[in-house]
């Protein structure tokens, strides 16, 4: 059978992928996608869509219990997994299937099956109806990660959870332990927690959020500690004893081991890059800790290849992925697009409180050898975050002394997930601190923050 030849093949269609394949067909470019699971990735159907969904109504349910600090009334509050779930299920599937409407409309060709390239240029697909043989002068990677799984806490759906064994629960736990505190497993922490599982905190380095600026880490924590979660820093689980019904972790700390009951396990401990079976290997490509290797502008080495998204390493978020399959695209059709920085990439993690930062952390920018000036604005400062009930969290923001450049902005409370792209446009405009502080900022909106922590930096607050 003659091959079908295309001007660019994307494997895999989460959102670096199938982000990938529209702009290639809007710069008129004859696209094919491959996909073995689920049009959306792991983000649409495993991932952020539906955590969120899960999230949000926890929050809901957190806010039915505080019912009467807003002079309202709720008897009875309780809440059904199963529905919550469900709904949760229901919004990841009618996403995933705008996708399927997205391919079709931008005329991408879609094949559901396993893609291996026995040579450059060229893509086996094999599919329940057989094997599809594709060429193109370009080939697009985008095929995601996976949980990390430790020798001895490897997942068994049953007493030990991943990320998709919590996404549909098939129990409520009553003792939870969350193995490891990224933006994973601490999501999951404060869903369960706020379900009422008396939840435990692992991690192994010196803080939760370890990823994070350490007075964002150290305000997160005394707010998970508030809510009733046990935070475990500076701690490894050495391994697991599983009878029915019960898990007995093994805890070192301080070179001490201790042990602790508990009926469900989430391991949260990273992702690996999912390279295997593709015939990588052969054609050469590079790759380093189950990452593909690749320059600034995500080439591979291997002539016509790319590699984007997780597969090619940190920041392992779905918003850098499609930015990097735009970017790819562009540079296939010939344009000159600019090589993404990733300092100016947004991290959020929507546990509660939330959390979100880009740039440089206070200490990222003292070792890089900056002179820095540092703001800082509380939310009980904030008319609007009181109007809300919501006037716990902060925002800090740090700036190169000379000249004015804002290196980094790091936000605990809520709504910050929101807020943080504000500083993410600012960080790409290339705006100094006079810029920020002579924008005008609407009131009331959580986003006068923003204003007053640029404003304390230079001792010019106005509102603390």
């Known amino acids: 059978m003659a091959a079908l030849n295309f001007d660019v093949i994307?494997?895999?269609a989460g959102p670096g992928g199938y982000v990938a394949a529209i702009r290639?067909?809007?710069l008129g470019l004859k696209v094919a996608i491959v996909e073995r699971e689920n049009l959306g990735g792991i983000c649409l159907n495993w991932g952020c869509i539906p955590t969120k969904a899960l999230l949000r109504s926890a929050e809901v349910f957190h806010l039915m219990h505080r019912a009467k600090e807003f002079g309202l009334s709720v008897t009875g509050a309780d809440?059904?997994?199963n529905a919550v779930v469900a709904r949760s299920r229901g919004v990841a599937k009618q996403l995933s299937g705008g996708i399927g409407h997205l391919m079709k409309k931008n005329k991408v060709t879609v094949?559901?099956?396993t893609a291996t390239l026995p040579k450059p240029g060229s893509v086996s697909v094999k599919t329940d109806k057989g094997t599809e043989e594709l060429t193109a002068k370009s080939i697009i990677l985008a095929t995601g990660a996976r949980a990390r799984e430790l020798p001895g806490l490897e997942a068994d759906g049953d007493l030990v959870w991943t990320y998709r064994h919590a996404l549909q629960p098939k129990r409520m736990p009553k003792k939870l332990l969350v193995i490891g505190s990224g933006a994973i497993g601490i999501e999951f922490a404060s869903f369960f927690n706020t379900l009422g599982a008396d939840t435990t905190v692992v991690e192994v380095m010196d803080r939760v959020l370890p990823v994070e600026d350490a007075e964002i880490s150290a305000f997160a924590k005394k707010a998970f500690v508030k809510q009733g979660m046990k935070i475990l820093e500076k701690t490894t689980v050495k391994k697991l004893d599983r009878s029915p019904g019960k898990v007995v972790a093994h805890l070192e700390a301080d070179g001490k081991t201790s042990t602790q009951e508990f009926d469900t396990v989430i391991s949260a401990v990273g992702i690996i890059g999912n390279i295997e079976n593709l015939g990588l290997e052969a054609l050469g490509v590079k790759i380093d800790r189950t990452h593909v290797v690749t320059d600034e502008f995500c080439r591979t080495g291997i002539e016509g290849l790319f590699a984007i998204g997780d597969i090619a390493g940190a920041p392992w978020l779905a918003h850098k992925a499609s930015h990097e399959g735009v970017m790819v695209a562009e540079l296939i059709a010939g344009k000159h697009p600019?090589?993404?920085?990733p300092n100016s990439i947004a991290g959020c993690t929507y546990c509660h409180p939330q959390v979100a930062s880009v740039g440089l952390t206070e200490a990222r920018a003292k070792e890089a050898g900056f002179d820095?000036?540092?703001?800082?604005?509380?939310f009980i400062g904030n008319g609007k975050a009181i109007a809300l009930g919501e006037a716990e969290g902060f925002i800090k923001t740090i700036f190169d002394a000379?000249?004015?450049?804002?290196l980094g902005a790091h936000m605990v409370g809520a709504e910050v997930t929101e807020l943080i792209q504000g500083y993410v446009v600012a960080r790409g405009l290339e705006t100094?601190?006079?810029d920020l502080m002579n924008t005008v900022f609407p009131h009331p909106t959580l986003s006068e923050m923003m204003h007053e922590s640029v404003l304390d930096a230079y001792g010019r607050a106005l509102h603390i």
Not at 372 to 378: A, H, N
Not at 402 to 406: A, F, I, L, R
């Open 372 to 378: 820095i000036k540092v703001g800082r604005f509380p």
């Open 111 to 113: 094949f559901m099956g």
């Open 432 to 434: 100094t601190e006079e």
């Open 24 to 26: 290639a067909s809007q």
């Open 338 to 341: 600019h090589p993404i920085k």
């Open 10 to 12: 994307v494997i895999g």
């Open 79 to 81: 809440f059904d997994l």
């Open 402 to 406: 000379k000249t004015g450049e804002m």
